[in-house]
């Protein structure tokens, strides 16, 4: 019993150093030629703007929440299509009682206005987007 | 386990499938309602729940059974507490309709997540099996988090609900390492398997053992908020919307102590069998002297932080804590007069703590005040809030005539009666009572002592919330004279389940 967490602490030292030995080797040998577009945050492509302490929609977290329902109800379906044959009609009413609780969830998100991004018309009232703000880029833009 | 036998202990759970048709009948309803008629939530929560009730005591609970492969019991201990719960949420969802907080918003949600709350407790009293206990002390968890946090726009309720997911969060994660602890020194996390490893094999070392449980009671005693688990209470006390406050105090509490009697009494005891009179604790782990601590140092510190609280919720929170300790004397006796001891006490402060609560919310609505120093007076002036106060003051403190009087005399009864191990801890309780005395009739001195003038105009409560008080008051003040019918049942709601 004993051997098998000493394998596995092994596995973690190891693991571990070699991490380490990645980075400390490529600080030894690596070419250091740093410019400024090579220590900008990586952004797709954009530009990067402003600061990344930014208060962000919190419409993303409920995004993510409602993929995370409907990413479980394939994890469960999935067992269940394979072994359906076998298990009869009794465990399609289960799964269809499972559903039918999602799909209230559906509902409610659907009535709440969630899933549609642009829930209201878009104020320009504050932070970098208000209208000032947005003015005062135009004109530099122009200005250079 | 075959797929009959899932299907034959579905119908074991009838209060349960009940419970969540009512979430998703709650929740489809309320997207039909608008702002101003989403109270119709409640109403359609609160009938819902009193069908459940009905469900409860229709339970036969004469033969125990262990369902879904003895991951929830089916006995009367749980069927005890899931009948405390359903009743204190229906009080507590009564008096939201009268909590002035929550007027003029979308209360919808506020009624369905009650819901799901008690779904989890539900689970939380008849859990066997470390996963089911886990899980359902996470839904309860995350349930209570979001309705501390229920005032959006209000920063105490914001900060109450960050310090509650900080708090819950941590002690939830080392609460599952204690659990895997467990699962690795037995193989097992079925509390029935764990307790025939654990008395099979003399060989495990008393001292791993030792860390695994004091790790699972972390999770156990941040329920029950009891030292050196408890600094979420006072703030998530105090920003919580009351009835809600009101609601953490004594529903998940009750739970709690539930799960912790049950695993306690159930894996680390000698026979495992909790039916037994006299059940002893493993040869090499002696924890009900470790809980011995946790509780007078729990009663104390509750006690002793109360006495300088200004704030009635504050100050109520405390003395939650403190009663925290008291039940916990209880859970230290590892007898049948433990067990009913710790059943009637949680029957008993779930009345008198709502009681207690519910009119520290209506002199909020009412006065706007929550300083205990602002009530001066305020027996004269609304004499019924007056005299309600009084009875559940007297009752927390545990003084006769009522119900807090006999509740506390069955814990000591309990712990005197196992000879002389304890009896330290049930000195320590006493002093802790004369202590509790004195911030309890601290509010009783300024309603009645502080100035004395009767008013020419008396304040007259809604008829509703006369009602509500009056429904308390009288089981809490008579109940034990006429027969004393808690104590019955509490008789009959200690046999666990035992495969």
């Known amino acids: 019993m004993l051997e098998h967490y000493g394998t596995a602490l092994a596995l973690g030292i190891v693991g571990f150093l070699l991490m380490y030995a990645a980075f400390i080797i490529q600080k030894l040998v690596g070419p250091k030629n740093s410019t400024d577009v090579k220590l900008d945050t990586y952004e797709c492509g954009e530009e990067p703007e402003g600061e990344t302490w930014i208060q962000f929609n919190v419409r993303f977290y409920v995004i993510a929440l409602i993929f995370i329902i409907f990413d479980i109800e394939v994890v469960f379906l999935f067992p269940w299509a394979v072994v359906f044959k076998d298990l009869g009609f009794l465990t399609f009413i289960e799964v269809f009682v499972f559903i039918s609780i999602l799909v209230v969830g559906l509902a409610y998100v659907w009535k709440k206005g969630d899933l549609q991004w642009v829930k209201m018309k878009l104020k320009y009232g504050t932070g970098r987007y208000s209208a000032s703000n947005l003015l005062e880029k135009e004109n530099l833009k122009e200005a250079a | 386990m075959n797929l009959s036998q899932i299907v034959q202990d579905l119908g074991f759970l009838t209060p349960e499938i009940l419970l969540t048709g009512l979430i998703l009948l709650a929740i489809i309803y309320d997207l039909f309602l608008t702002k101003e008629t989403s109270i119709r939530t409640g109403y359609l929560a609160i009938a819902g729940m009193a069908i459940v009730l009905f469900s409860l005591f229709a339970q036969n609970v004469e033969a125990s059974q262990g369902l879904f492969n003895q991951m929830v019991a089916y006995d009367g201990y749980a069927r005890y507490f899931k009948i405390i719960i359903t009743l204190a949420t229906i009080l507590v969802m009564w008096m939201s309709f009268q909590n002035d907080e929550l007027k003029n918003r979308t209360i919808g949600e506020y009624y369905q997540l009650m819901l799901v709350l008690v779904f989890g407790m539900f689970f939380l009293v008849s859990a066997t099996n ?66 025939a490893s654990l008395a099979a094999n003399a060989a495990i070392s008393p001292a791993l053992l030792m860390l695994a449980f004091v790790l699972v009671f972390v999770g156990f005693g941040y329920k ?26 004594v529903a998940p509490k009750a739970a709690g102590f539930a799960v912790l009697l049950r695993f306690l009494n159930t894996t680390l005891t000698l026979s495992g069998d909790p039916n037994n009179i006299a059940l002893e604790s493993l040869s090499n782990l002696d924890w009900p002297t470790l809980l011995a601590g946790v509780s007078a140092i729990t009663m104390t510190v509750g006690n002793v932080v109360a006495l300088q609280q200004t704030n009635i919720k504050r100050m109520l929170a405390y003395s939650s804590i403190a009663h925290a300790g008291y039940m916990l004397m209880g859970v230290v006796v590892m007898h049948h007069n433990g067990v009913s001891a710790i059943l009637y006490y949680a029957g008993i402060y779930t009345l008198m703590n709502l009681g207690a609560f519910f009119v520290a919310i209506y002199i909020k609505n009412a006065f706007n005040t929550e300083t205990i120093s602002d009530y001066t007076g305020l027996g004269y002036k609304a004499p019924m809030i007056g005299i309600a106060m009084a009875v559940f003051m007297f009752s927390l403190t545990g003084l006769p005539p009522t119900g807090g009087f006999v509740a506390k005399f069955y814990l000591f009864r309990g712990l005197v009666g196992v000879g002389d191990t304890f009896i330290w801890l049930a000195i320590v309780g006493l002093i802790n009572g004369v202590v509790s005395l004195y911030y309890y009739l601290r509010v009783l001195y300024f309603m009645y002592f502080k100035e004395m003038n009767f008013p020419d105009v008396y304040h007259r409560a809604p008829l509703q919330f006369n009602i509500l008080i009056v429904i308390i008051i009288i089981p809490l003040l008579f109940g034990w004279m006429i027969g004393d019918p808690l104590s019955t049942w509490t008789a009959s709601a200690t046999s666990f389940f035992v495969p």
């Open chain 2, 130 to 195: 470390m996963l089911s206990i886990y899980l359902s002390l996470e839904i309860v968890s995350i349930m209570s988090y979001l309705l501390a946090g229920y005032l959006k726009e209000n920063l105490r309720s914001n900060e109450s609900a960050i310090k509650y997911v900080v708090f819950g969060g941590v002690s939830s994660g080392i609460m599952l390492y204690g659990i895997s602890l467990i699962y690795g020194l037995t193989g097992s996390l079925n509390i029935y398997e764990i307790q």
């Open chain 2, 224 to 249: 029950i908020a009891a030292v050196p688990f408890h600094f979420w209470t006072p703030d998530v006390y105090e920003g919580a919307p009351a009835t809600i406050t009101a609601f953490l105090s």
